[in-house]
Structure formats: C-alpha cells, structure tokens
C-alpha cells in the first residue's frame, strides 16, 4: 500500500494547518524561528519555519499562499 497517495497528502496538509491553527488559539502567539533557507549568490530566503511553541513546521510559500495578510 503506498502512504503517498493524493488523499493521504491531503490529510497531512490538513493535520499540519489545524495544528497551526490551533496553537495561536490554545498556546498564545506562535514564536516561528527559520529552520532552512534558500541561498543565492544574490540573496539568501527562508524556506521553512519552525514553531517553538507547538514544533510544527511551516513553508513559507504555502503560508502565504493560504494566509496572505500573514506578517513575518
């Protein structure tokens, strides 16, 4: 049986995005420090965030896909 089917993504998706939903309301503010980034010889970009609170981690480009008036 293989773990990667479409159903199965989209339930991870979903068990991560209620897991960051819920911190805020149940354990205060999320406190998100930068856990990898994507380096240029120009720049250097975030990829993946890392909540100290409820250790779940977050892509930056899919939270703000979903979350646009997200501030970082």
């Not at 990898?36 to 977050?58: G, Q, Y």
């Amino acid at each position: 049986m293989n773990s990667n089917t479409p159903a199965n993504d989209k339930l991870e998706y979903d068990r991560r995005k209620q897991a960051v939903m819920l911190c805020g309301r149940n354990m205060g503010p999320h406190a998100y420090i930068p856990m990898s980034w994507i380096r240029t010889d120009t720049s250097e970009h975030v990829a993946h965030l890392l909540c100290t609170v409820c250790f779940t981690r977050v892509n930056v480009e899919t939270l703000y896909k979903h979350f646009p008036e997200a501030k970082i």
